[in-house]
């Protein structure tokens, strides 16, 4: 294994951000003196971990290691890691333990025609996203509500490309923006876990990184999202605003596409301003 190694890479970036977040107070070390870090120093983690400082830096640095199992879970418990970052440390530490391949087999995305058939069926806002959250199929409710996907270009139809494009700025004041964000993208890093060196995945986070302060942010964080489910407020200028739920529901493959669906608390006034924009969405399709 070589510094080059993509998995002991993403390893050593997601214990870095991790670090920064644990503030020696928290672990019963007494800070002293002026630190240069908002968070532990790596002697300060080697030490609660029961790691040497060398060989801790040479982790967080994706250099030539092999965490153990026993390693691991001491890091984890360390820095005081929640079930689904306990779970991503030891898929990135497994990974990185392997030799990296030298091609790694990449099948198209697909959505199966059972799945097509029941988004055509809901009758609420519903879409299928790729790993990389791309945008495969969605049905008509989705479509009044997000747009119509031939007003895109085909490699902009992607969540977390739309949800930071500068034309569309004025949802970034709604007061749920970067909760929303946070959630897309650590979704995204679960996929980067699985495939580091994945072209889409390169392509979504470069671009983005280049262009937006914000996103850089974000994503330095190292947040992993798994399955996950929120709220969201939609401004239409149609109805006026919407909030609605959604959840995620995983679809066959492994890593397989998932299943966004957006409901509306029955009976509220949500719920009538929904079905409000899709008799609008109905009259505009009927009148071509």
């Not at 030490?47 to 879970?73: F, H, M, N």
Request: hydrophobic letters at 40%; one cysteine or more.
């Amino acid at each position: 294994m070589s510094s080059a190694h993509p998995y002991a890479r993403e390893l050593g970036e997601f214990l870095r951000a991790r670090r920064a977040r644990v503030h020696p107070r928290d672990v019963g070390l007494e800070p002293g003196g002026r630190r240069k870090v908002s968070g532990l120093r790596r002697e300060e983690l080697a030490l609660l971990a029961g790691l040497s400082t060398d060989y801790y830096q040479r982790i967080e640095q994706g250099r030539e290691v092999r965490p153990s199992d026993d390693v691991l879970a001491a890091l984890a418990g360390a820095l005081g890691l929640g079930d689904g970052e306990r779970r991503h440390l030891f898929a990135l530490g497994h990974a990185a333990r392997r030799p990296a391949p030298d091609r790694v087999p990449r099948e198209p995305e697909r959505v199966p025609e059972s799945t097509r058939r029941l988004l055509r069926v809901t009758d609420t806002p519903a879409v299928v996203l790729g790993r990389h959250l791309d945008l495969l199929d969605w049905n008509p409710m989705a479509e009044a509500l997000l747009g119509h996907p031939d007003d895109y270009p085909p490699d902009r139809l992607n969540l977390l490309l739309l949800l930071f494009d500068d034309t569309r700025t004025d949802q970034r004041t709604c007061p749920d923006w970067e909760r929303q964000a946070l959630n897309y993208i650590g979704m995204l890093r679960a996929a980067v876990a699985t495939d580091p060196t994945h072209p889409r995945a390169t392509a979504v986070v470069g671009e983005l990184s280049i262009r937006s302060a914000e996103f850089r942010r974000l994503w330095a964080r190292h947040d992993v999202r798994e399955s996950v489910s929120g709220s969201k407020t939609f401004r239409v200028p149609a109805v006026g605003d919407i909030v609605l739920d959604w959840d995620t529901y995983p679809l066959p493959g492994n890593p397989g596409p998932v299943m966004l669906v957006f409901t509306a608390e029955p009976g509220s006034a949500d719920a009538d301003r929904l079905r409000l924009l899709a008799s609008l969405h109905a009259t505009r399709a009927a009148l071509g």
